[in-house]
């Protein structure tokens, strides 16, 4: 299967923003446990490249890894050598989609109106990120005229509202703070807590 096939197969792609590296594992441990199959480890956490690397050399025949928060060319090329399957921008950049596709990985960039969001699939993109995600309706208003476009909302995803943003049309959801708390304590206590709240996400997916 391919990995846009996988993307939009499992849906959630669970965000690890400013983990420590040695609890990157872990964290994906648990998450795989809950049922999350798609981990994206975003630029801006302290390691990425370290530790895309090493999710993808321990768990990436059981996952699939990313990298997100990818601003050039040149973390493209890093991320993608390091093992990333899929690279997430939080803007529209034309030369990261299309060295991200040069290179064979799923190009996901972000964007919010409707102009960006087609000149984003027009330059390349498999899916655009939504950023904000702003609401169930802003993404079925989107659909209106751009039916042909996947949209991939991301920002303030919970178990509550995942569902509605699917019936939206919605094929794949970004999910950070509301599913990995990296505030808190690292205990087992937390792993079991995050195990338990990529569960509700996924069956509140699947309805």
Do not use: W
Not at 23 to 45: C, F, K, P, Q
Not at 175 to 180: A, D, E, F, K, S
């Amino acid at each position: 299967m391919s990995t846009l096939s996988e993307i939009k197969e499992n849906g959630i792609i669970a965000i690890i923003r400013g983990l420590r590296p040695e609890y990157v594992l872990d964290v994906a441990e648990a998450l795989y446990a809950g049922g999350i199959r798609i981990i994206e480890v975003t630029m801006n956490s302290e390691e990425p490249l370290a530790a895309i690397r090493q999710l993808a050399n321990t768990i990436g025949d059981r996952m699939v890894i990313g990298a997100g928060t990818v601003l050039d060319t040149p973390t493209v090329e890093a991320t993608v050598a390091a093992g990333a399957r899929f690279i997430l921008s939080p803007v529209v950049d034309a030369d990261v989609i299309q060295a991200t596709k040069r290179l064979g990985a799923v190009s996901i960039p972000g964007a919010f109106t409707p102009t960006e969001i087609y000149a984003a699939y027009k330059r390349g993109a498999d899916i655009v990120k939504v950023f904000p995600a702003m609401s169930p309706a802003y993404i079925r208003s989107i659909g209106g005229p751009l039916p042909h476009i996947p949209l991939l909302p991301s920002g303030g995803i919970t178990p509550q509202n995942i569902r509605d943003f699917k019936d939206a049309g919605a094929v794949a959801f970004g999910v950070g703070n509301t599913l990995i708390n990296t505030g808190q304590p690292v205990t087992t206590a937390y792993f079991e807590q995050l195990t338990d709240k990529a569960r509700q996400f996924v069956s509140a997916l699947a309805g």
